[in-house]
Structure formats: structure tokens, C-alpha cells
């Protein structure tokens, strides 16, 4: 899925979506990782939203994101991650990935301060295997 994109020059937007990659600044990126409109993406060390934690938000929250929006198809973040992080002002919001994707760009549009943590998809099992 192809973004359009309207933000001012330098933000991080994302460009492109489908269901391996995302393509931010013509950079094509697989795996997990974080971005913000002043933070360049980077590698997470989370496997799924079950295991975030506020010490892997520290460069959005450095950056005084208000909102971070997590993109993932299965698994929420901890609830005490949810409610620690708006007691400091940030709210975290998850939905699947290609919202994320377009929700980030609209908001980056807007010019509000919004970070964007994108988990791949995980593989379906392998029949058979346990």
C-alpha cells in the first residue's frame, strides 16, 4: 500500500506499507522497530507487544512524543506500561500495522508529536509442529 505523503521535510513518514516491510525515507525496513518525527527509525529488542517496556520508549519519550501507536497484529502492551506512560502525558494506542502506518502519517500531518512502534508479523506455525 502505497502513502501519500504530506509532511514537512525531514519527518520520518512513512512511505510505504505491506505485509513484510515498511518503507520510511526510501528505506525499506523488516523487523521491529520504533520511529518518531524527530527520531530516525530503530530496532527494538521486543518480539510482540507483550514485552514492551518504558526503557525501549526512552528515544520517544526523549522526544516528547504524546502519543505512541503501536502496529502489530496479535498481542497488546502491558497494562502497566499503558498506565505508567500516561501518567507521564503519553498515551499508547495499538491497532494493526497499516492503520498505524496511515494514522502516523495523518498525525504527523497535523504536526502533533506521535511516535509509531510497527511489530512484523509473526509466522504462522508450522502444522505439525508444537
Known amino acids: 500500500m502505497q502513502l501519500i505523503r504530506q509532511t514537512a521535510d525531514g519527518s520520518h513518514a512513512v512511505d ?15 523487523g521491529n522497530f520504533l520511529v518518531g518525527e524527530v527520531t530516525p527509525p530503530q530496532d527494538v529488542a521486543w ?14 519519550l526523549q522526544a516528547h512524543c504524546t502519543l505512541v501507536l503501536v ?38 500531518a497535523e504536526h502533533r508529536n506521535v511516535g509509531l512502534v510497527l ?5 504462522d506455525p508450522v502444522e505439525g509442529s508444537a
Open 119 to 123: 511489530f512484523a508479523p509473526l509466522p
Open 16 to 30: 510505504s506499507v505491506d505485509d513484510r516491510s515498511v518503507t520510511i525515507q526510501g528505506v525499506r525496513l523488516i
Open 47 to 60: 518480539e510482540r507487544p507483550e514485552a514492551m517496556d518504558e526503557a525501549g520508549l526512552l528515544p520517544l
Open 71 to 108: 502496529g502489530s497484529v496479535r498481542g497488546q502492551p502491558p497494562h502497566a506500561l499503558v498506565q505508567a506512560l500516561a501518567k507521564r502525558g503519553l498515551a499508547l494506542e495499538r491497532m494493526d500495522r497499516r492503520a498505524a502506518c496511515r494514522t502516523y502519517n495523518v498525525l504527523l
